[in-house]
């Protein structure tokens, strides 16, 4: 039973257009919501995150919103760079996070 | 403040064989989580840590299975005997007491078992 779903698992996008990745979670007592991002032989690193009282939370060129009535979560990269090529994972829940499986991002030159 | 650190970063063993996979959170941190990454079933939480108490252990597959952190800077998660099957990127992580809830990750221990 996957509470926290990214169903694209690879996504490519030109340099200097927006990526957008996906996440939808089935548990509604999630209340914080995070994306990571992991580069080959390293750990994920933390990227952003929301709280379910907000709807969006921008950090440079990161977005994230979050749409509680649809159970749904994206990450909005504008633009994108070749150096945001990564594995990018969405997490829900609060201490305890539930890891989605993973989007592939490459952002071509 | 150096990060998360664990080691070894690699490990290759026999089936049969006692592994133990070790972790230092960042200093301050008063959570420490252990994670399994397999292509299979991804990222998944195996144990979690509160002031060096297991909180939540139900993710441990099985009594071959075994962690400790018997004080606030060092953690261990050890398999007996490991099988192939265990063969995944371990990683440990930290975080801090409060509303964010960000975890920080370890470069993780790649684990092979033959």
């Known amino acids: 039973d996957q509470q926290v779903k990214q169903n694209s698992p690879s996504l490519s996008v030109q340099e200097g257009r927006i990526s957008i990745l996906n996440c939808d979670y089935t548990?509604?007592?999630?209340?914080?919501f995070l994306w990571y991002k992991k580069y080959p032989a390293e750990g994920p690193t933390f990227l952003i995150s929301i709280s379910s009282i907000k709807d969006k939370n921008e950090d440079g060129r990161f977005t994230v919103f979050l749409n509680k009535s649809a159970k749904h979560l994206s990450l909005h990269i504008v633009p994108s760079q070749p150096g945001d090529s990564a594995v990018y994972f969405c997490?829900?829940?609060?201490?305890?996070?539930?890891f989605g499986s993973g989007t592939q991002l490459t952002v071509l030159p | 403040d150096a990060g998360v650190i664990q080691s070894p970063r690699h490990e290759v063993t026999e089936m049969g064989q006692e592994v133990t996979l070790r972790c230092k959170p960042i200093s301050g941190h008063d959570y420490l989580f252990w994670y399994r990454q397999t292509m299979m079933r991804g990222l998944e939480l195996l144990i979690y840590?509160?002031?060096?108490?297991?909180?939540?252990d139900s993710g441990m597959p099985e009594d071959r299975f075994s962690a400790k952190m018997p004080n606030a800077s060092f953690s261990t998660l050890k398999i007996q005997p490991s099988e192939p099957r265990d063969s995944a990127v371990y990683f440990c992580a930290s975080s801090l007491s409060g509303l964010d809830y960000e975890q920080y990750f370890g470069p993780g221990t790649r684990l092979t078992v033959t």
């Open positions: 997490a829900a829940g609060t201490r305890q996070l539930t």
């Open positions: 548990n509604s007592m999630f209340d914080y």
């Open positions: 840590f509160n002031n060096n108490v297991p909180i939540d």
